[in-house]
C-alpha cells in the first residue's frame, strides 16, 4: 500500500512541483483535530487511487511553506498537478468530495 509522503523545504521540488502525477498536498499539525479526522480519509486515498500522491506538510514543523502557499487555516488541502496549483480546500471534508476533485485533476484535458 503506498504511503503519504512528509513534505519539507529539500523535497517539495522533486516530490510536488516536478511531479508528472496529480498531488494532493495536506497541511496539517499535530493539535488540530479536524485535520485528525482527515488524516486516516488520506491514507485511505493513497492506497486507491493508483495515479495519485499524497503528500502532507506539518505547518508546525515547516512554518515557511506553510507561509509560501499562503495557509491561513487548516487543514488546507492544494491539488497539483504537473506543478501548478490547481484546486484548493479548506477545512476537513469527505473523501467522495476529495476523489472527485483528483479525478478531474487526472482526466485528460
Do not use: H
Not at 506538510?57 to 515557511?64: E, G, I, L, R, S
Not at 507561509?67 to 501548478?84: C, D, K, M, V
Amino acid at each position: 500500500m503506498k504511503q503519504t509522503i512528509e513534505i519539507n523545504e529539500a523535497n517539495l521540488e522533486s516530490e510536488v512541483l516536478q511531479s508528472p502525477q496529480p498531488v494532493l498536498v495536506d497541511f496539517w499539525a499535530d493539535w488540530c483535530g479536524p485535520c485528525k479526522m482527515l488524516a486516516p480519509l488520506l491514507d485511505e486515498i493513497a492506497g486507491e487511487q493508483a495515479g495519485v500522491k499524497v503528500a502532507k506538510v506539518n505547518v508546525d514543523k515547516q512554518p515557511a511553506l506553510a507561509a509560501r502557499f499562503g495557509i491561513q487555516s487548516i487543514p488546507t488541502l492544494l491539488y497539483f498537478l504537473r506543478g501548478e496549483l490547481k484546486d484548493k480546500t479548506v477545512g476537513a471534508i469527505g473523501k467522495r468530495q476529495i476523489v472527485s476533485k483528483l479525478e478531474k485533476l487526472a482526466a485528460p484535458a
